[in-house]
C-alpha cells in the first residue's frame, strides 16, 4: 500500500469513529445552517480536525482544502477533504454519510478514501494501482443498456436555477432507465458506481471536497468521468457523469439534451 494512501486510512478511519461516537447521541448535536439547506455540525468541524492533524503530522509541507476550513497551505500537494459528506443525512440518523479524503499532486489525484463508518466499508484507490473496497478489488459494472442501468443521482438545491435545468434530465433519464436512487452522499454514490452497484451518476452543483475521492475511485475501477459537455473540469464545475464504458456516453447525451 502507497505510504501516503496508508495516512490517508488513518485518518479517515479516525474521523469515521468521532461521527459513529457522535451519531449515538445525535439529538444531542447542534446545527447552522451555511446556505440553502446546507448544514453544518460540531462533528463536522472536529473531523476535519482530526484529518488534518493526522495528515499534517505525517506530511506538514501538504496544502488542505477541506469543505469547512477552507484552503490552508500552499502546496503542489494539496489533500481535499470532506469531513462528512451527508450531514443532513447523518442529523437525521439516516445512516448514508461517509468521510471523502482525496490527494492531488499538481492537479492530478493520486490517492482516494472513502469510508462509510456505519457499514465498515473502506473504498481506497492508488492512481495506477486500481480501487478496492475493504483491500478486494473492485470494477465499475458490465452493464451495456440504458434501460437496464441503476443510477444515482444528487437534487442541486441550493441553486434554483441549477435546479430547473437539472429536473429536465432528471425526467428524461427516470423514462429511460431502470431505476433512480438519491442517497444523500455524492462520495458514497460515487464509490457505489466504482464497485458497480451503481451504473452511473450524474449531479451538478457538487464542490471538489464532494467528488475528488470519488472520482479517483471510479477511474481506477475502469470507468469515465467527465462533465456533461464531455470535458474534464468536473473538479472546478462541480457538474459530472460518471460511469461503466458503455454507458457513461449514453447518461451524458441525456444529460445533455434534456429540456
Not at 39 to 68: C, H, N, Q, S
Request: glycine fraction near 10%; proline fraction near 3%.
Amino acid at each position: 500500500m502507497h505510504p501516503n494512501l496508508n495516512i490517508a486510512i488513518r485518518a479517515a478511519r479516525r474521523a469515521g469513529d468521532l461521527i459513529l461516537r457522535a451519531s449515538a447521541r445525535v439529538d444531542t448535536v447542534s446545527a447552522e445552517l451555511k446556505g440553502r439547506q446546507d448544514f453544518v455540525t460540531k462533528v463536522d468541524r472536529d473531523a476535519e480536525a482530526v484529518i488534518i492533524d493526522t495528515l499534517r503530522t505525517a506530511y506538514p509541507g501538504d496544502a488542505f482544502l477541506g469543505e469547512e476550513s477552507g484552503a490552508i497551505g500552499d502546496s503542489e500537494r494539496v489533500w481535499i477533504i470532506d469531513p462528512l459528506d451527508g450531514t443532513t443525512n447523518f442529523l437525521h440518523g439516516f445512516p448514508v454519510y461517509a468521510v471523502s479524503i482525496a490527494l492531488a499532486e499538481r492537479g492530478i489525484l493520486q490517492q482516494a478514501v472513502v469510508y462509510d463508518p456505519n457499514r465498515d466499508e473502506l473504498f481506497t484507490a492508488t492512481r495506477g494501482s486500481g480501487a478496492q473496497l475493504n483491500n478486494r478489488k473492485i470494477r465499475v459494472s458490465g452493464q451495456r443498456k440504458l434501460e437496464r442501468a441503476l443510477l444515482g443521482t444528487g437534487f442541486p438545491v441550493r441553486d434554483e436555477k441549477l435546479f430547473r435545468n437539472y429536473l429536465g434530465s432528471f425526467n428524461r433519464l427516470s423514462l429511460e432507465t431502470s431505476g433512480i436512487r438519491r442517497a444523500g452522499s455524492a462520495a458514497i454514490d460515487l464509490s457505489y458506481v466504482a464497485c458497480g452497484r451503481l451504473d452511473g451518476f450524474w449531479e451538478f452543483g457538487l464542490s471538489s471536497w464532494d467528488i475528488a475521492a470519488g472520482v479517483l475511485l471510479i477511474q481506477e475501477a475502469g470507468g469515465i468521468v467527465t462533465t456533461p459537455q464531455g470535458k474534464d473540469d468536473y473538479l472546478a464545475t462541480g457538474a459530472l457523469v460518471a460511469g461503466n464504458p458503455h454507458l457513461c456516453e449514453a447518461i451524458r447525451n441525456s444529460v445533455a439534451t434534456a429540456p
